[in-house]
């Protein structure tokens, strides 16, 4: 099983300021990794497929990168909107995905 | 549009059985690999099940493999899981997914939250 680790658990950051997320693979998944993002009460919304592609109307200010163990989700400027619960999930070993504990994105 | 909507949650004991249906809008079941995933409260999210688009070899998780069903009704359009002697750990809120080419979540319904307790 691969196991996905995010970094930080919680991420405080002030409106406006860049939010840089972690997400860690125990095994090379290559770019088969998405971001999905969760409010209170909702369920994930996908944010980035392929480690690097937006999905449908996700805004330019969420970035991806990276491959093999190590990804980056960027917020470029934190809205009010953008305080919210982010997760990673790798579809590398598919039946067998999995997604990381999640990191929180709170205001400063 | 594409629109999930689950419903079949609620209050068990421990042994019971129950069953999520999840009436899908906007696509076909069968064209898609469709998911179970579920949220413990307070947790992450974790897959519970999934259906091939071909309908064959329907996959689960460990924690749930011998105790959950997941079926579908193409005529329908209905999603279903059916879940054999809960557990406490099984509390959670059980989202319907669909998968884009079985890979990862491109649309999910709002969730139906089953709690068992004694």
């Known amino acids: 099983e691969i196991v996905l680790t995010q970094s930080p658990a919680t991420l405080s950051v002030s409106p406006g300021e860049r939010a840089t997320l972690s997400c860690r693979a125990s095994e090379s998944v290559g770019v088969n990794l998405a971001w999905y993002q969760q409010k209170p009460g909702q369920a994930p919304r996908l944010l980035i497929s392929g480690a690097a592609n937006r999905a449908t109307g996700i805004p330019a200010r969420f970035s991806g990168s990276g491959s093999g163990t190590e990804f980056i989700l960027t917020i470029s400027s934190l809205q009010s909107e953008d305080f919210a619960l982010y997760y990673c999930q790798q579809y590398k070993k598919w039946p067998l995905l999995s997604f990381g504990p999640g990191t929180k994105v709170d205001i400063k | 549009q594409v629109q999930l909507v689950e419903s079949g949650g609620g209050v068990v004991q421990p042994g019971e059985s129950l069953r999520l249906s999840c009436v899908v809008d906007?696509?076909?079941?069968?064209?898609?690999?469709m998911y179970w995933v579920r949220q413990a409260p307070g947790k992450g999210l974790e897959w519970v099940a999934v259906?091939?688009?071909?309908?064959?070899?329907?996959y689960y998780g460990d924690s749930v493999k011998g105790r959950f069903t997941i079926s579908r009704d193409s005529s329908k359009n209905i999603l279903f899981l059916q879940m054999d002697s809960l557990r406490s750990e099984d509390t959670a809120t059980y989202y319907c997914?669909?998968?884009?080419?079985?890979?990862?979540?491109?649309?999910w319904g709002q969730g139906t939250l089953v709690t068992v307790s004694s």
């Open positions: 259906i091939p688009y071909d309908g064959r070899n329907e």
């Open positions: 997914a669909r998968s884009h080419l079985a890979l990862y979540f491109d649309s």
């Open positions: 906007g696509f076909t079941v069968r064209s898609f690999a």
